[in-house]
């Protein structure tokens, strides 16, 4: 009999939104985790909007100041959904009141942030995790699926983009609501610990630690008007990043993320390639994996050279990664279920210590490949990241 795990959920923007969705399915779509989740508590400040919030998403109560929602103590876990300069001071209180922590990405502004959050959580004894949902595409699954099968074979390669445009505009204002992002007060970076930080992550999981970096970044628009104070100020944040590095297995990594690619909303893509084989992905066609096999794990033989070819692997049989929980083989499911599965994994390895991660020591890694990558577009050096 599953038993109940009382949820406070801070924060109801984009990913309040998707954590609630996750709250309110998990226990459906995935019945043997052994937590009920009862959406206990709401925090946002705007008592009108939080109610709000709370009612559509069956919240059984409301607050507006996180630090009384941490001390309460009908609240089992606490979910931070709220800008990136709350992340430490909610996490380190969460944890040292005795609550698992759930964080959104990345885990701090900076690393010495992160291991202040790492010590907190361990300290405590507290299971926790950091929402980096990409690893959760059904599709991405099976790539580390594939990986850990040694159908790649050694490693040569591996590539990601990241690619929005929503901030070319040059009177789009910085700070404040929905406009964080673009205030490094509130956001410690730009792209690097917005975008990229995703798709370090889903790359050190699948490929191994980066261990060292070679950076450029750019801002383009130096200053913007800032909504909080009114007036002009200059811009902190990278509104494009590229950087190639190099993995302990010996791989080279080029990478490259912007919100300055006209026409491209969210362009997410992933290529790994390895001796035997290959694997793409594209945010675009999340359902698919693209695989290049060269030569056979099974058999050792070489694919016929008039067979050669890219496969299109439709991600929807019962076989495939979470995809047993959801309908029919051939059809799909969409963003939100990633939260969903990250929820589903969480729950089932908390208490036993089977969790596979991001827990907050993993994301302590993609923060310090961010910064490692920060540091090398200022020193205009490559910058040894300390893994590996
Ligand atoms: N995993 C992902 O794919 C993903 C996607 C988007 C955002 N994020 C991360 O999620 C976090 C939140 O981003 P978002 O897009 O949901 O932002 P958002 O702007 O949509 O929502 C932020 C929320 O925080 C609230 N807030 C701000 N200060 C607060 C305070 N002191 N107390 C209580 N509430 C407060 C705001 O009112 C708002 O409800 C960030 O860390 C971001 O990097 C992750």
Redesign the pocket.
């Known amino acids: 009999m599953p038993r109940p795990l009382r949820v406070a959920v801070?924060?109801?923007?984009?990913?309040?939104k998707?954590h609630s969705n996750a709250y309110a399915n998990v226990n459906h779509y995935f019945p043997e985790v052994p937590f009920r989740i009862e959406r206990q508590v709401l925090?946002?400040?705007?008592a009108t909007?939080a109610q709000a919030f709370a009612d559509d998403w069956g919240y059984a109560g409301v607050a507006?100041?996180?630090r009384e929602v941490v001390a309460r103590d009908d609240v089992d876990l606490v979910d931070?959904?709220?800008?990136?300069n709350?992340?430490e001071a909610i996490a380190t209180a969460a944890a040292e009141a005795g609550k698992w922590v759930v964080?959104?990405?990345?885990l701090a502004m900076s690393v010495a942030e992160g291991e202040r959050m790492v010590a907190a959580v361990e300290q405590a004894g507290v299971p926790n995790m950091v929402?980096?949902?990409?690893r959760r595409v059904p599709a991405i699954s099976l790539a580390k699926a594939m990986v850990d099968e040694g159908r790649l074979g050694r490693a040569y390669h591996y590539r990601a983009q990241f690619l929005q445009d929503w901030t070319i505009a040059e009177d789009l204002p910085q700070g404040g609501?929905?406009l964080?992002?673009l205030d490094a007060a509130a956001?410690g970076s730009g792209v690097t610990?917005?975008l990229l930080a995703?798709n370090i992550d889903t790359a050190m999981w699948l490929n191994g630690p980066i261990t060292r970096v070679m950076a450029e970044t750019e801002t383009f628009v130096k200053e913007r008007l800032h909504q909080e104070t009114g007036k002009v100020a200059p811009v902190g944040i990278d509104d494009a990043c590229l950087f190639m590095c190099r993995f302990a297995n010996g791989s080279l990594g080029l990478f490259e993320s912007t919100r300055y690619a006209r026409g491209h909303k969210a362009l997410k893509t992933l290529e790994l390639n390895g001796a035997d084989g290959s694997v793409r992905f594209d945010l675009h066609d999340p359902q698919y994996l693209d695989f290049f096999e060269y030569r056979s794990k099974e058999t050792g033989d070489k694919t016929a050279g008039h067979l050669n070819g890219w496969r299109r692997i439709h991600v929807t049989n019962h076989e495939h990664p979470y995809m047993s929980h959801w309908w029919v083989p051939g059809l799909t499911v969409g963003y939100e279920a990633t939260f969903v599965h990250a929820l589903a994994d969480f729950l089932a390895g908390a208490e036993d210590k089977t969790f596979k991660g991001p827990t907050f020591r993993d994301a302590l890694d993609t923060q310090k490949v961010c910064e490692a990558v920060l540091r090398s577009a200022e020193t205009g050096k490559w910058e040894a990241t300390g893994l590996g």
């Open positions: 801070i924060g109801y923007g984009f990913m309040g998707a925090c946002g400040r705007d909007k507006s100041d996180w931070i959904c709220v800008p990136n709350l992340h964080t959104e990405k990345p929402w980096y949902n990409y609501a929905a964080w992002r956001a610990g917005d995703h």
